[in-house]
């Protein structure tokens, strides 16, 4: 039988996003459900008001500014913990337009 499987996240609790930033993790977000829903209608899914497994139906195959607000949280968060695990491993995010007027 298989041990118990524990995830073990990198602790970002002590990392705070710059302002910056926000442009990239929102569209970061938007791409992250891009590809969500590109590798769902790839597997057969169609829009459908509600969720439905048997009939492959998804209420959120709809474009991302067409998202409910919690989705769109889902996926801010998603994204947000991706940048905010680069940052917590020591790099730097910089823009190249802003990197090269430094």
């Known amino acids: 039988m298989p041990e118990t499987y524990t ?20 569209k970061l977000a938007e791409n992250t459900h891009e590809v969500w829903a590109a590798q769902r209608i790839t597997d057969g899914w169609i829009f459908g008001p509600q969720r439905d ?4 139906h998804h209420p959120c195959l ?17 994204a947000g ?14 823009h190249s337009q802003e990197a090269s007027h430094s």
């Open 81 to 94: 913990e991706s940048l905010k695990a680069v940052i917590a491993m020591g790099y730097q995010i910089v």
């Open 62 to 78: 709809v474009p991302y500014d067409q998202l409910p607000e919690s989705e769109k949280e889902y996926d801010r968060k998603t």
């Open 53 to 56: 497994d048997t009939k492959k």
């Open 7 to 26: 995830p073990q996240p990198l602790d970002t609790s002590a990392v705070q996003l710059p302002q910056s930033l926000q442009d990239l993790l929102e």
